[in-house]
Every structure is written in structure tokens, then in C-alpha cells.
């Protein structure tokens, strides 16, 4: 009897602790449920790997809301692009930064450079939806043909791509070069150097001491001769431009009475 008990007793504990548990995910999943939020959507036109169902909407890196589906825009729109990822999210009214005018304020923030990427979360592996400012230049707006059912925000491509586009154009630029004609120029620019080092040395060669001696002290001759000129240009300077003077005449007799 008294084994019995105790079974009963803890066959009520378990059912009361899953009662609990199973209580708590309602609540949990209710309080969800009733989170005033809106929806939005964007499309991507690139991998979203590491993105699912439930990962975190973020703005600037404070977590404003969640993904609720994904799927492809042709199987939605009829006129959706092939290959483009429709990603429907979920913006918590008390976290969205937009006034109470959603439509116009969207395309506001929008032409202000709103926009959606997927970003991964490190080694991890998995990825979140950033919302965040960009240069509306640099990223403009995916061009759509059909009405989305929920405000869309355009979308970006995630940082692992750009990183990938940038290294396939550099490849690309680095097919196109000339390389051919860039070592023929270069062998070219090297016999021209070889060249001019060989008459460098030669002429080096030909200038012995004796030489050397001859030209200095002619050089010495000629900086004497300029200091001669020199001084007689300040202390005659007409005799520089007039030559010098004629010579005296010789003095009359004085005349007899």
C-alpha cells in the first residue's frame, strides 16, 4: 500500500511538471503571438546561407524583430524575378524607427538609404536580417515589377558578396592585362640600362689622372683670368666698355715775347 503511494505520488509530480512545461511554451508562444508588430519583406538576389525561419531582425545591431518566412519570389508574385529570395519579416512596433505614417515613412527612410541584408554572425554559421543606413548610390534599389502584399524594403548585398565581386573583377582585370606586351617592354627598358651603364663605364675609363690633372689646373687658369676681369670691371668699369683711355698729349713750349 504504502508502494503504491509513492508511485501515485510521483506519477502526479511528473504529470504536474510536464503540465507546467507545456504551460510555459503556450504562454511564451501567446505573448509572441500578441507582440504588436508589422510586416515587411525584401528580396535578395544572392545566397542567404545561415538565414532560417525565426533568426533575428536587427537594426544597427539591436534586435527589432524576426524572420517569419522564406521562400522564392516566383512562387508568390507570378511576375517575381527567377532565382530572387523573398524574405518576410517582422518589425516590433516598439522597436520599428518609423512614425505612425508607416507607407510614406518607409520610402522615406528608404530614399535616406534603408536597407536589408543578410549578415552572417561569425563562425557560427548562421546568419541574421541587418537593417542599417547605406549610400543609396552605391546601393540603389532592386527594380520590381509587381506590388509586394507587405511594405518592402530593398535590399543589399551581404558583405561576403561584395568581398567575392571585388575579387572576381580584380581577376578579371588581371586576365586583360597585356602581360606579354609588358615583359617585351621591359626586357627593352633593360637593355637600355645595360647599354647606358657599359658608355658610362667606358667613358669613366677613358679619363686617366693625367687628364684629370690638365683639366684642373686649366680650370684653376681660367677662375685667375675671370677674378682679373672681375677687379677691372669694378675699378675701371669704362675701360670694360670704352677700352682705356688715349694716351696724354705732350705739353706746348710756352710761347716767346
Known sequence: MSASSNHFKIGVFV???FGLFFCGLVAFGLMNLFVPSTRFETYVDSSIEGLSIGSPVKFRGVKV???TRIEFADKRYAAGG????????????EYAPF???LENEVQKEIDKGLRARVTSQGITGTS???LDYLNPKDHAPMPITWKPHHFYIPSAKSQLSQMISSLEKSLRKIENLPLDKIGTNLDELLIEVRYSNIKAQSFMDTLNESNLRESIENLGTITENLDSISQDLRTYPSHFFLGPPPAP???????KK
Open 65 to 67: 524583430g524576426k524572420v
Open 249 to 255: 698729349s705732350k705739353s706746348l713750349p710756352p710761347a
Open 128 to 130: 541574421y536580417l541587418s
Open 15 to 17: 504529470l504536474l511538471a
Open 82 to 93: 527567377s532565382g530572387l529570395v523573398l524574405i518576410t519579416f517582422d518589425v516590433e512596433e
Open 99 to 101: 512614425s505612425d505614417d
